[in-house]
Each structure stands twice: as structure tokens, then as C-alpha cells.
């Protein structure tokens, strides 16, 4: 695909963006959180690739490239408007702890009662961004931790520390808000 858009070939480049437009969309609005922003931002990442798709070396997938180039131009926007990607609270440490990749939530069977699954999404939109959207690539649109790693750029044991991190946050957002102890 990639040798058919730097060829020039008709079509081929509207192919690329019909076969990568949804992972697009779903990281940056993810990111940016706001519909009018992810549109626009959606527009730049394909322009950024039209533009840098002679520097794709072939060294990751074409969609972890894209992946990534839509990774930092959401949070270029993010930077630019000084919105943190992620909470104060949080720090790059990467304490054993913190870098299972599972903790034992078990996402899909807690959310089986559609109220819940109300909720959660909720509480998943109250996230920092960046975990926001490492929880919407992990558990829902089960990307592996190699593939989010390298679509967001950050080490694997950083995506695992935010996604333990935001399971952890969701639980006892959850916990408070069904009455449940801890």
C-alpha cells in the first residue's frame, strides 16, 4: 500500500486512510476529547502522513506508524490548549508493582449489567486522557501492550504502569459510586 501511494497510483492513498481512518479517529478523540478538535486533528494526521510517508522505513506496521503519528499530534493539541495527558498524581516511576500487565479486573465480566456499562463509561471519560486511551486500545479494542507501545511511543513498562494505574482508578471510582468496600 505504501509503494502504491508513493507511486502515485489512483485511489491508493483513499484505500490507506479507508483502511486506517477508525484507528485514527478512535486515538485522537480519545485524546482530545472533543468532536469538532478530533475531526480537525483527524485531517492533520493524514495530511502529516500524505506528507512524511517516504520517511515510514518499514521498521513497525504501517498502522503503528500512523498510530503514532496521530498519537503526537493529539498530544501536541493537548500541550498547545495545556491540558495534561495525564493526572498530576501520576509519575513515569515504573515500580515492579505497577508493571502487570493484569491485575485480576476482570473488565468484561464486570461490566455485564448494562447500568454498569453506563457507569464505566462514564468513569472512563473522567480519565486523564492518556489513560483514557490506553484503556480504550487495551481492554476494547484489544491492542496488544507491543502494539500501544508503539503507537504511542512510550515503553511497554510505562503503558503497562497507566493502564495498571487507570483500572486501578476505575475500581474505586466504581467502588464509590455502587457503594461497594473496598
Known amino acids: 500500500m505504501v509503494s502504491a501511494v508513493l507511486a502515485g497510483e489512483p485511489g491508493a492513498f483513499e484505500r490507506l486512510i479507508k483502511r486506517h481512518q477508525a484507528l485514527v479517529w478512535h486515538m ?15 485531517q492533520d494526521v493524514f495530511l502529516r502522513v500524505h506528507d512524511r510517508l517516504r520517511q515510514f522505513r518499514y521498521e513497525s506496521s504501517l498502522a503503528s506508524w500512523i498510530g503514532r503519528v496521530a498519537f503526537n499530534i493529539a498530544a501536541r493539541h493537548l500541550q498547545k490548549k495545556k491540558i ?12 515492579s508493582e505497577y508493571l502487570r500487565a493484569s491485575d485480576g479486573f476482570d473488565l468484561e465480566t464486570s461490566c455485564a449489567d448494562q447500568e454498569l456499562m ?3 463509561a462514564g468513569e472512563i471519560e473522567r480519565l486523564p ?10 481492554h476494547l479494542d484489544e491492542l ?22 487507570a483500572r486501578q482508578r476505575l475500581r474505586q471510582q466504581m467502588e464509590q459510586r455502587l457503594g461497594v468496600l473496598a
Open 84 to 95: 495534561a495527558i495525564v493526572s498530576a498524581d501520576e509519575d513515569d516511576g515504573e515500580s
Open 144 to 165: 496488544g501492550i507491543g502494539d500501544i507501545a508503539a503507537s504511542t511511543g512510550l515503553p511497554e513498562g510505562t503503558v503497562k504502569n497507566y493502564l495498571f494505574r
Open 118 to 120: 453506563q457507569h464505566l
Open 28 to 42: 485522537v478523540h480519545r485524546m482530545v476529547a472533543n468532536h469538532e478538535d478530533a475531526r480537525e486533528l483527524c
Open 129 to 138: 486522557p492518556l489513560q483514557r486511551t490506553l484503556i480504550t486500545l487495551y
